[in-house]
């Protein structure tokens, strides 16, 4: 597919979009917060913002960027921001496990970007080579998640493991090291600074089945405003196939002039590897955004293998609903862009 829609494509996705606008007598202000720094990843929010479509769906919607210095996930149950994005299903786990009462409402990443880059030539090509490496670069939080079960899966050890300092530096100096990478940002650095792609291994390919990228809000604007939380996923979901497929370069102005460190060259190269971790699975034909009973027990079932929680800790499937997704919204303005 092309990245910009011709001029007779980008006619008809306005078209089907007219057909989701209604009028509003007010717009509903909505705060959402993400988890890290503006960036292509996080493009169909600012897609749906700077296209219009929130307003549209009679939303005003302010976006309120992470960072490494910032902290907004206890801003969602204090009731200081709506929506929030979060990396994966852990988060909303450990939520129901503490009686914190939020809600997954939307899945991004169909695919969960989290990955393990490794050297070329040095005999991991696949996920189960990686109990050979020397080395395995891991910051805590991937150390008492997804390595545990990778222990229990593909037999890694912890001797293994040295801290990730969030530098390439270890990685590049020695060959026989692999390190945790997200499919967006390590590969291409290591790309870009030292001029070879690296072998990059997904977890989710291998087995790790959470979503990646969710979207939480309170239980109780759930009971309390289910159209307003509609709303709001299904005009995301429009601003993630036009910002894919469309014409994104107000969202891509939008982005840059948040985050100065994003350059055009980062934003294209990051095109084709968020259609294959949004826009497949169950989004190919439920429409981005889709939440599958059955994979989210999927996941519960490996966490309690894994040991990252014991069997009744909570129930698991009090952290997500399907009532806003699954629906098919905006599937007409991939077709579109197509043709």
Known sequence: MKLQAPFAARALLATLLAGYAFAAIAQDKV????????????????????????????????????????????????????????GNMLMAFDNIKQKVPTVVVAAYFQKDPQAIIAHPGQGIEKFADLTKAKTVLLAKDGQISYWQWMKKAYGMRDEQVRPYNYSLSQFLADKQSVQQAYATSEPLAVEKQAGFKPVVLSLADAGWSTYGMVIETRQELVKTKPDLVRRFVEASNIGYYNYLYGDRKAADALIRKINPDISDEYIEKSIPILRDHIDVGDAATKGIGAISDARMKDFHDKTIATGLYKDGDFNYAEAYTTQFVNKGTGLELRKAAAK
């Not at 302010?62 to 994005?85: C, H, S, T, W, Y």
């Open 31 to 86: 705060v959402l917060a993400t988890n890290w720094r503006a960036q292509p990843g996080h493009g169909g929010f600012y897609q749906a913002l700077a296209d219009g479509t929130y307003r549209k769906f009679g939303l005003d919607v302010d976006i309120q960027q992470g960072g490494p210095q910032v902290n907004n996930r206890p801003m969602l149950p204090a009731g200081k921001v709506d929506f929030l994005m979060t």
